[in-house]
Each structure stands twice: as structure tokens, then as C-alpha cells.
């Protein structure tokens, strides 16, 4: 039988491949990656020739899984490495790995640099316990059920963040949180202009208003304070937040009521006084 490895691979700074890396990538007989070019430039730059690479993105993924099998299936060693960082970590990989499992063959991982956590142990919140929550969607229910899941977690969590979106989402996390809780935003990780600032979300918002952000983004946010009993106040952000993303009142209702855990009739009583203020 042979073996699916993830390799992981530098996220900035090609002194970040690991030796051990490079064999699996020289002894591979395929190796799957997002973009040939970008995972050529970096086999040529180690002096890897001669290995065979395939496009498994995010769209293609699932159609490598049989020719990916077969030469398992052959005794075949297949690497896996996306454009930067450890596969799997909102990067393909997963669906490769599970296919191999249920075919009974080994699945190994030559580990190495991934964003997540080298923002994560350099941010100064505690590390010990994390959620890692990778991207959040962009918009609709779905955006405002995660902020809300992240917001409320007592554990340190980790996003990603693409530039042109850390202002929104900064915003949108100073205005769940308040602008006590700490935050601490990582670019560029390894590389020339690596960044990292910390301070509160309050301290946040004017930080990334002073220049459009630029570069690789994670975000570290502290986990919720010891869930106390939630106010009126947090009752009405909540609704407030719902109303402004599109949702009827009587769903924004439900869905505060849910996330806060209160009784729905508190928080439709408060619903009327927010839907007047929003009409004013
Ligand atoms: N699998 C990768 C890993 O293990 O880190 C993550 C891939 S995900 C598609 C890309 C996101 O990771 C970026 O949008 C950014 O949020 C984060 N990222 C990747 N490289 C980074 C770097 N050098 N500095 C800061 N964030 C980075």
C-alpha cells in the first residue's frame, strides 16, 4: 500500500522547507497542488526534477481522488501541497485524505509552517486552548452566525482574513465585543514586512483606518469573558446586527434568542424598541 503525505510548505520564507520535506517531494511519484507553476517555482528552487505534479484545488480536488487512489493502490507514494502552508488548513487536502483512509492506506504529513498557529503562539493570548475558524463568509446569515460563534467563545480564536476585508471584519468584531477585548493582527508572516500589532478592538479600528491594509492577514482574537447573564444592550446589538444584515424581525429574534441563550418573548419586547430606533 502506499502513503499520502501532506507536506506542508513555506508561507513566506523558503528557508522554511524542511529537509524532510523535500525528500517526500523527491520521492513522490505525483504530487498534488493547487497552481504547477507556483509549486514548480518552488521544486526548482530546491532542485527537485522530474517529479510529476497534478492540479487538486479547491474545484478539482475530488476529480484526483481516483487517479490519486490507483497509484496508492500501486504502492505509490503521493504528496500533497497547496500554495503555501499545511494542506487542509482552508486549503485543499481533506477530501484526499479521507478518500485514502477509506481505502485502507496510510496518510502521513511532513509537518511545518502554517499561519494559524504561528500567529496563534506569537500573539501573547493564551495558546493552550484555540479554535481555529479559518475564513469567515462574506456576508448573509451564515457571516453573522459565525461572528457570533466566535465572538462568544471563551477559547483564543484564529481567522483568516483577506486584506481588503480586515476592516469590515474588524468593525464587525469591535461591534459584538466592544472595545475592550484584545486583538492581535499577523501579516506577512516570515517574510520582509512581517507585522504583528496588538492592542484592543477598540485600539484595532483606528489602527487598520490609518492605511488600507495590505499582505497576508491573521487575526487572533482573546476568547469571550466568563459568560454573565447578557444585557439588554447585548440583546440589542444582536438585533441590531441581524435587522441591518436583512433578516425579518421575527428571525432576528429567533436567532438572538438562540445565540444568547435568553427567553425569545425578552427579546422581542426589546425588538420593538429597536426596529423604532432604526426607522428614525
Ligand atoms: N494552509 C495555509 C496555512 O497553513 O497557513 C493557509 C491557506 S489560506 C488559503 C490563506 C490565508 O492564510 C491568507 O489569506 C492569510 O489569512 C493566511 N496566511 C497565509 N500566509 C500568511 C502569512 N505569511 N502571513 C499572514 N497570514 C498568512
Redesign the pocket.
Known amino acids: 500500500m502506499g502513503t499520502l503525505v501532506l507536506v506542508?510548505t513555506p508561507?513566506?520564507?523558503l528557508g522554511d522547507l524542511s529537509p524532510r520535506a523535500i525528500e517526500a517531494l523527491q520521492g513522490a511519484a505525483l504530487i498534488c497542488c493547487e497552481d504547477t507553476r507556483r509549486t514548480g517555482g518552488l521544486l526548482s528552487h530546491f532542485g527537485i526534477r522530474g517529479v510529476r505534479m497534478a492540479i487538486a484545488n479547491e474545484h478539482t480536488e475530488n476529480a484526483r481522488v481516483a487517479e490519486v487512489l490507483d497509484l496508492l493502490a500501486g504502492g505509490a507514494s503521493v504528496a500533497v501541497v497547496?500554495?503555501?502552508?499545511?494542506?487542509?488548513?482552508?486549503?485543499p487536502?481533506e477530501r484526499l485524505v479521507v478518500a485514502a483512509i477509506a481505502e485502507g492506506h496510510t496518510v502521513s504529513a511532513v509537518p511545518g509552517?502554517?499561519?494559524?498557529?504561528?500567529?496563534l503562539v506569537i500573539s501573547g493570548l493564551p495558546s493552550a486552548r484555540y479554535v481555529m475558524d479559518?475564513?469567515l463568509p462574506r456576508s448573509g446569515p451564515e457571516r453573522a452566525v459565525r461572528l457570533a460563534e466566535a465572538t462568544t467563545e471563551r477559547r483564543t480564536v484564529v481567522?483568516?482574513?483577506?486584506?481588503h476585508r480586515l476592516v469590515r471584519t474588524v468593525t464587525d468584531l469591535h461591534a459584538l465585543c466592544g472595545p475592550a477585548r484584545r486583538i492581535v493582527l499577523?501579516?506577512?508572516?516570515?517574510?520582509l514586512h512581517?507585522e504583528v500589532w496588538r492592542g484592543s478592538l477598540g485600539e484595532a479600528l483606528a489602527h487598520v483606518a490609518e492605511r488600507e491594509p495590505q499582505?497576508?492577514?491573521?487575526?487572533v482574537l482573546e476568547g469571550a469573558p466568563a459568560r454573565t447573564e447578557p444585557t439588554d444592550d447585548d440583546i440589542r446589538r444582536g438585533l441590531e446586527r441581524e435587522l441591518a444584515g436583512g433578516a425579518s424581525k421575527k428571525s432576528a429574534v429567533s436567532t438572538v434568542a438562540d445565540h444568547l441563550g435568553v427567553a425569545k418573548n425578552r427579546v422581542y419586547n426589546l425588538a420593538l424598541t429597536v426596529t423604532v430606533a432604526a426607522r428614525q
Open positions: 506542508a508561507i513566506g520564507n497547496t500554495d503555501a502552508g499545511t494542506p487542509g488548513i482552508s486549503d487536502g509552517p502554517s499561519a494559524d498557529v504561528m500567529a479559518g475564513f481567522l483568516y482574513e483577506a486584506p499577523a501579516r506577512e508572516l516570515t517574510k512581517e499582505g497576508e492577514y491573521v487575526i
